[in-house]
């Protein structure tokens, strides 16, 4: 199992740095999420010199680590346990649902990981564990 996770990561790692297309990953170094259209199911990426790129997803992950960059959120989304203050990993976590890690106030928004509160590495797979359980719930009612 850890051979297997050290060459998954040497894949990414390679797939990150190299200029060969591959079918379903796309390298797309210093570009910000600036928009969404939960509508139209589209998210738009913009550059460092102000190129925007347009995807169609079926859902998004945004990946963002510790220290967030909330900004493509409407300013009324108001996700932290204080809700007057900017989310921030250490100081406001995002306001979560402790058994399904859905964002409280928000059906199909999850969140885990130090942005939820979770800042110990051991705590990601129980995280990732109820976000999962609770899809299926959901697409099997």
Same mark, same amino acid.
């Given at each position: 199992?850890?051979?297997?996770?050290?060459?998954?990561?040497?894949?990414?790692?390679?797939?990150?740095?190299?200029?060969?297309?591959?079918?379903?990953?796309?390298?797309?170094?210093?570009?910000?999420?600036?928009?969404?259209?939960?509508?139209?199911?589209?998210?738009?990426?913009?550059?460092?010199?102000?190129?925007?790129?347009?995807?169609?997803?079926?859902?998004?992950?945004?990946?963002?680590?510790?220290?967030?960059?909330?900004?493509? %959120?409407?300013?009324?989304?108001?996700?932290?346990?204080?809700?007057?203050?900017?989310?921030?990993?250490?100081?406001?976590?995002?306001?979560?649902?402790?058994?399904?890690?859905?964002?409280?106030?928000?059906?199909?928004?999850?969140?885990?990981?130090?942005?939820?509160?979770?800042?110990?590495?051991?705590?990601?797979?129980?995280?990732? %564990?109820?976000?999962?359980?609770?899809?299926?719930?959901?697409?099997?009612?």
């Amino acid at each position: 199992m850890q051979n297997s996770r050290k060459k998954d990561d040497l894949k990414v790692h390679q797939m990150m740095q190299s200029t060969t297309p591959y079918t379903l990953y796309s390298a797309l170094p210093e570009y910000t999420l600036t928009d969404y259209s939960e509508e139209n199911r589209t998210v738009i990426l913009t550059s460092k010199d102000g190129k925007d790129i347009s995807y169609r997803v079926a859902f998004m992950v945004v990946l963002i680590g510790s220290r967030p960059d909330l900004s493509f %959120l409407p300013g009324n989304f108001k996700i932290g346990l204080n809700e007057n203050m900017l989310v921030d990993s250490k100081t406001n976590p995002i306001n979560i649902d402790k058994l399904r890690h859905s964002v409280k106030g928000y059906k199909q928004l999850y969140a885990m990981g130090p942005i939820a509160g979770d800042n110990f590495v051991r705590f990601l797979p129980g995280g990732a %564990l109820a976000i999962v359980a609770d899809l299926y719930r959901k697409s099997r009612i």
